[in-house]
């Protein structure tokens, strides 16, 4: 696998030769190229608008820039099924759009079949498009590219089309700001940061175990950050025994990762926070056959527990990597993050070190032991940041280099032109889940908005299906706050908002839920199905275009919508949509 490896420090901005022009070009290109990059990295800044406030996933920004190279709009995708970065820029820049340049951190994606961030581009009358990566992901490769260019306007790709130093530079804040995406499409694992605070002689807790605390408030308040950024936070069976951890973000309304216990023994006590889920749920992963009647116990509080054969960080990356995770913090101690380190999994460090001293022979270090003997035989991090925060200082780095895709993985097309036996999208189940999956248009979460009726036939608009059939378990039921609930749904600004305010409030007040909801949710969905499937045809042609495939909504965690983790789910999401493809199919002109 061919691997970018970038110089230590941070991203310089210096100029440099750009290569492929003739010399009395040069000025007028390096200034050109100065500008694109400038754009570029800003789109990537952008891009990394969300962080931390929703769960990770693609990053996207767009800068719209005019004819002078003034920024005439800006926008970035918000969360997974939510408006489209270019669009949102396209609007911002109103008529400046006309003959101006784009610039993307990354191809878009546009995984929901409507090529809507092209046509937002393309109707908007942009003459340029500048693009910092190809997507990463096989199945949308290429395509946003190659669909752009059919429509006459001019696509450069930074690396491809141009190429400079300071463009190599841009490239890389598009590397960095995607970093957990590139990972999944090249290592078929999750982007997993390490993160500790340890004392100035270098240990992480003091020789009784206690740690509590070694770095400084505004130092924990960063960590909050972090695992805002983050789908998970894991921590070993040890911490779990010893700090009993709460592992929540608690930097006010962001994100909240699942928690992960790795545990071999199950040895764990039975009152702990993390066994709290009303806020995040928790998820054990253990050895198989590890105490039974424990694993019943944890059942019995609501935390999932996953048996492994054999209990490794690797195997454990992988499976959570298959859940459609993009990006894990480990909150371990040094035992765990050793045998992390050594199974290769571990990406990226954040090391808080605080100006105290403890001392202790046997006082625990962040990292256990690795088998080296020999200073040379040590990890150098790449690109590393130094930043004081607070009293502490934050030490940073790559602990392997960001693969580099772009040669590595075909595009779809190119993968049928190697070997045309390569079907990728054809088999007897199609399973979606996550919208930048290749039929993540079928998902509840793809951000198609629908109009719906009310119970007086009023039309109302609905951002997308998750927001309508979240909304409809409060609606009807005569208490204020079940109507303030309603109300808090549609004007959620993503899907998983919805879904989060719709789940957390019936959990809480299941009193507020309509009476009749368990009889009438699956009419609920059918209804809204319906409507996304007719009013959208590049959707019902997707939908037609799986006859003879099973559906599956490949979530592990809902059983009764999904399909479970080993197929124990109903799959009702699944089989609606094979209920509606089979009316569509009898009620097309072709059907005999
Ligand atoms: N300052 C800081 O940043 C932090 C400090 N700490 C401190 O560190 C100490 C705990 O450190 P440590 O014992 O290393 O804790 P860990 O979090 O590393 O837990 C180790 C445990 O992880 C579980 N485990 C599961 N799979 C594996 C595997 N393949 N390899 C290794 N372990 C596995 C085992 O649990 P089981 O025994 O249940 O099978 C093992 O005992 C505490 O004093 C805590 O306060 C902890 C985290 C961060
Ligand atoms: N001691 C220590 C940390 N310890 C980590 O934080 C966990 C506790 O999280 P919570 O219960 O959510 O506050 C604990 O189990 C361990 O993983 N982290 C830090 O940033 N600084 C510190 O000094």
């Known amino acids: ?242 700090d009993n951890p709460r592992l929540t973000a608690r930097h006010g309304g962001g994100h909240m990762p699942m928690r992960i216990v790795m545990s071999q023994t199950l040895d764990l006590p039975e009152e702990a926070h993390l066994w709290d889920t009303s806020d995040v749920s928790t998820i054990v992963a253990t050895q198989r056959g590890a105490r039974r009647h424990f694993q019943k116990v944890l059942a019995s509080k609501g935390i999932e527990v996953v048996e492994f054969d054999i209990l490794n960080p690797r195997e454990v990356m992988e499976y959570f990597h298959n859940r459609g995770y993009l990006s894990l913090l480990w909150e371990c101690g040094g035992t765990l993050a050793a045998a992390a380190i050594s199974s290769g999994v571990i990406h990226k460090v954040f090391a808080f070190v605080a100006p105290k001293i403890i001392g202790g022979k046997n006082a625990p270090s962040p990292v256990g032991e690795l088998g080296m003997v020999e200073m040379t035989q040590a990890f150098d991090l790449i690109d590393v940041c130094y930043e004081q925060v607070g009293p502490d200082m934050l030490v940073s780095g790559f602990l392997q280099p960001i693969p580099d895709v772009t040669p590595v993985i075909p595009s779809v097309d190119e993968t049928f032109e190697i070997d045309p036996t390569v079907t990728p999208y054809e088999s007897r189940i199609i399973s979606f889940y996550k919208t930048w999956d290749p039929y993540g248009a079928f998902s509840n979460f793809s951000p198609h908005q629908i109009k719906m009726p009310d119970d007086n036939g009023d039309y109302a608009t609905w951002l997308s299906v998750e927001h309508y059939y979240q909304a409809q378990k409060f609606v009807g039921v005569d208490d204020p706050v079940a109507q303030d609930c309603v109300e808090n749904i549609k004007s959620a600004k993503s899907p998983e908002e919805a879904a989060r305010i719709g789940r957390s409030m019936q959990r809480k007040h299941p009193d507020l839920v309509r009476s009749d909801w368990e009889g009438v949710k699956i009419e609920v969905m059918y209804r809204a199905l319906k409507c996304k499937f007719s009013i959208y045809p590049h959707l019902n042609a997707m939908l037609l275009s799986t006859a003879g495939s099973v559906l599956v909504e490949a979530s592990p965690h809902d059983l009764f919508w999904g399909g479970g983790r080993d197929g124990e789910g109903l799959n009702y999401l699944g089989r609606l949509l094979m209920q509606l493809r089979s009316e569509f199919l009898g009620e097309s002109p072709t059907s005999g």
């Open 1 to 242: 696998m061919a691997a970018l490896s970038f110089p230590p420090m941070r991203v310089c901005c210096g100029g440099g030769a750009a290569t492929h022009n003739s010399s009395s070009n040069n000025n007028n290109l390096l200034g050109n190229h100065a500008l694109d990059a400038a754009h570029i990295r800003r789109a990537a800044e952008l891009a990394d608008g969300s962080a931390g406030f929703t769960s990770p996933h693609p990053n996207f920004g767009c800068v719209i820039a005019s004819k002078t190279g003034k920024v005439a709009g800006e926008g970035f995708l918000y969360a997974q099924g939510t408006k489209p970065a270019e669009v949102l820029a396209v609007d911002a820049a109103g008529d400046f759009s006309r003959r101006a340049t784009a610039y993307l951190n990354m191809e878009p994606g546009d995984c929901h079949g409507d090529h809507s961030a092209v046509s937002a581009l393309v109707q908007a009358g942009i003459e340029r498009v500048v693009i910092g990566l190809r997507h990463p992901l096989q199945h949308l490769r290429g395509n946003a590219i190659r669909a752009l260019r059919s429509q006459g306007l001019q696509v450069d790709v930074l690396g491809e089309d141009l190429n400079s130093k300071i463009i190599e530079e841009a490239r890389k804040s598009c590397l960095l700001v995607n970093a957990p995406l590139i990972c999944r499409a090249a290592s078929q694992i999750p982007f997993s940061v390490l993160k500790y605070a340890m004392t100035l002689d270098g240990k992480i807790a003091a020789s009784s175990g206690h740690a509590a605390w070694i770095s400084s408030r505004t130092s924990r308040n960063r960590v909050f950050e972090l695992r805002g950024r983050s789908d998970a936070v894991i921590v070993g069976g040890n911490t779990v025994r010893r």
